[in-house]
Nanobody
Framework: QVQLVDIGGGPVQAGGFLRLSCTAPGTDTSADFCLAWFRQAPGKEREAVAAYDRAGGSDINYARSVKDRFVISRDDAKNTFYLQMNNLKPEDTATYYC????????????????????WGQGTQVTVSS
C-alpha cells in the first residue's frame, strides 16, 4: 500500500501562485511509479492537470488549460513531487489530488483517473477574482 499526503492549497487571489506538495512516506517513487496531479471542481468530473509521461521519466504532459502556467516537478530524495501553480485564475478553483500508480520503469503513464491506484486526500485551492 502506498500512502500519499498532499498539502499546500488555500485561498489566493487571481494572478497569484501556490505550490502543492505530495509526499509518499516510506515509498521510493523515483523509478517505478507514474505520478500525476488531478483536480475536481464542484459538480465536475475529476480531470488530469499534469502527469509524467513515463514511470521514472522526465517528460511531462499538461492539460491545455494549465499549460505554461503550472509546472510539475519532483525531489526523489524526499519521495515528493510538486505542482507549482502560477497566474492562477478563478476557474482553477478545485480540490487538487496527487496520484500515483506502480509500474515498470519507463512504462507510459495515463492521463486518466482510471490509470492511478493511489491518491492523496486532496487539498482545496480557491482563487478569487
Amino acid at each position: 500500500q502506498v500512502q500519499l499526503v498532499d498539502i499546500g492549497g488555500g485561498p489566493v487571489q487571481a494572478g497569484g501562485f501556490l505550490r502543492l506538495s505530495c509526499t509518499a512516506p516510506g515509498t521510493d517513487t523515483s523509478a517505478d511509479f507514474c505520478l500525476a496531479w488531478f483536480r475536481q471542481a464542484p459538480g465536475k468530473e475529476r480531470e488530469a492537470v499534469a502527469a509524467y509521461d513515463r514511470a521514472g521519466g522526465s517528460d511531462i504532459n499538461y492539460a491545455r488549460s494549465v499549460k505554461d502556467r503550472f509546472v510539475i516537478s519532483r525531489d526523489d530524495a524526499k519521495n515528493t513531487f510538486y505542482l507549482q501553480m502560477n497566474n492562477l485564475k478563478p476557474e482553477d478553483t478545485a480540490t487538487y489530488y496527487c496520484a500515483a500508480d506502480r509500474r515498470e520503469r519507463r512504462d507510459y503513464c495515463s492521463f486518466r483517473v482510471v490509470g492511478y491506484t493511489y491518491w492523496g486526500q486532496g487539498t482545496q485551492v480557491t482563487v478569487s477574482s
